[in-house]
């Protein structure tokens, strides 16, 4: 598939610190980075920038916060034409620790929220612009909110601000190509002039087949994450997004590279990707809250029947 | 997706048999035997029926040959609505091993073969079918046959054979949903009386998305595997085909409790699934073998970027 207009965002960092409390080493970092400029990718999220108040830094890495010094010494050095960014998370985030854009390493910042917490979004993100950044907003959770919410929604996003791209973020891997269909029209038919991104989990192995359904529906950033490292069953796999698209800007064998060198070790010690408690929750369409808390302890983690059971008791109900 | 005609067959042990060399213990098939009668699941492979002139017993597991009478006791005393059958590969089998079937415990005899040598397999097929065997005609490689070779086969499975399905089978787990559309449209204008199935691989994540997009374009028969396990990256995962389908027979509880009890250790001794070796030679539409022989060597398993410059070098020969 080639448009030129479709973009990359890797969020390695950012979601696949979810799984390592962001812990990632510096020369790992850097690791990354490098190869992320080398392959052509368009945008990098570094992680997060965190409440040090609710998040106290002792009990966290680095890219949980994103300091501005912190990941301009990280990145010194390298060569790139990528633009930086972080996300917040609505009620996560003290403004000001955020600079204004002209003394910031960042271009972008991206705001998650529900679909019902819109409206803080909305603050957060003209806050943003006023600073001079570009922002986005990513909604969460889609698979649970495609009704006439989200239409609301999106048409308070049209209105009420100047962020250059809307996301349907398919938190807990859920949704099949026909949902794809239903909510690019959705966001087509509410969005005038901003960008549609979309940013999967792989919960059903169908985070990539998404992406590429919502790429020929027409959204234009899309999100992933080297080898799909990313909370629970992880995201798009850059690799194959990447591979997939035909611009001759990209080039996937660096990626190849820092796969070898650094996430075969990771995966070693992390455990991320397919795996049944997930698949469980994404096909029930819930939260991966309790798989992820079964998958932490070794007597429950394949007790499947049972966590089956739990999410599906309702049905039997009298 | 609720459609009365679709049905599911497993070929765990066919299929995820290459992993293994077909080294199932009996009580392990008999749990999966078992795991898939209580799913509801409609058709099960077993195995391959091979020459044991070219492939000595001595050195593969009992389901390469599927004898009647091995399979009859392995399945003694449990319930099941299942029909049974094997696969041959076209110049690997002895016909006179092949009993009439209604002295047999299978009900249909699957032929796999390349588009070139669909008239090996309609030779083939007709034999089972004068032996009184359903029969289905499954075409490999389907990713590097998609030209006019593929009508001229197709026409003359319609016109000289008796087979119930004909199956698109993604051997090298390349083709994305628009192939899926392609390949249906080409099917569906050839075959007039005969079911379209679809059995993919898994190199780039995609065998279950586009199982789905066959689902949706008219395939009524899908292939599918327990945990995905299958050649190099597996096949499509069936709990995940199960919890899509949303035909009240199946029961996707079965298929997790044997995962636990069961595939979670294999995965221990074996592996299969998404790795990069794999994801290379799907994204490139070539044969897994450089990978599978890559990935057997401890010091080149992570020569993720000689793989890909090996598999793409004429592009840059002058």
């Known amino acids: ?10 969020c390695t960092l950012r979601d696949g610190g979810i799984c390592n409390n962001w812990d990632f ?22 992680g997060y920038r965190a409440s040090k108040k609710q998040f106290p830094p002792s009990e966290s890495g680095l890219w949980r916060y994103c300091d501005d010094d912190v990941v301009r010494k990280a990145i010194e050095g390298i060569e790139s034409n990528m633009k930086l960014g972080f996300m917040v998370d609505v009620g996560r985030v003290e403004l000001d620790a955020v600079l204004p854009a002209d003394q910031s390493v960042f271009d ?15 603050f957060l993100v003209n806050h943003f612009n006023d600073k001079g950044y570009n922002t986005t907003i990513n909604l969460m ?22 962020c250059f791209a ?36 792989n919960n059903q192995q169908l985070a990539y087949a998404n992406s590429i359904q919502a790429i020929i ?23 194959l997004l990447l591979s997939f698209l035909k611009n001759p800007k990209y080039n996937v064998r660096p990626i ?22 997930y698949m469980i929750t994404g096909a029930l369409n819930e939260h991966p809250r309790p798989a992820m808390t079964m998958m932490d302890s070794p007597t429950e983690r394949n007790k499947f029947r049972e966590l089956y059971d739990s999410l599906t008791s309702d049905e039997d109900a009298p």
């Open 141 to 162: 959770a889609i698979s649970q909110s495609m009704d006439v919410r989200l239409d609301e929604a999106l048409q308070q996003i049209q209105e009420e601000t100047r």
């Open 25 to 46: 080493s510096v020369e790992t970092v850097r690791a990354i980075y490098k190869a992320l400029s080398d392959a052509g990718v368009d945008y990098m999220e570094f």
């Open 256 to 277: 190849l590279d820092v796969i070898a060198s650094h996430f075969i070790p990771l995966g070693e010690k992390i455990e991320w990707g397919y795996l049944i408690p």
């Open 108 to 122: 972008f910042i991206r705001v998650a929220c529900y679909v019902k917490e819109v409206d803080k979004a909305i």
């Open 1 to 10: 598939m080639f448009r030129e207009s479709i973009k990359v965002l890797d």
């Open 166 to 201: 809307v996301y349907a973020v398919d938190s807990f891997g859920s949704i099949y190509c026909e949902d794809i269909d239903f909510i690019m029209s959705k966001f087509q038919s509410q969005l005038k002039d901003k960008i549609i991104g979309f940013h999967g989990h």
């Open 217 to 239: 529906r027409g959204a234009d950033i899309l999100d992933a994450t080297i080898y799909g490292l990313g909370r629970a069953a992880g995201n798009c796999p850059l690799e």
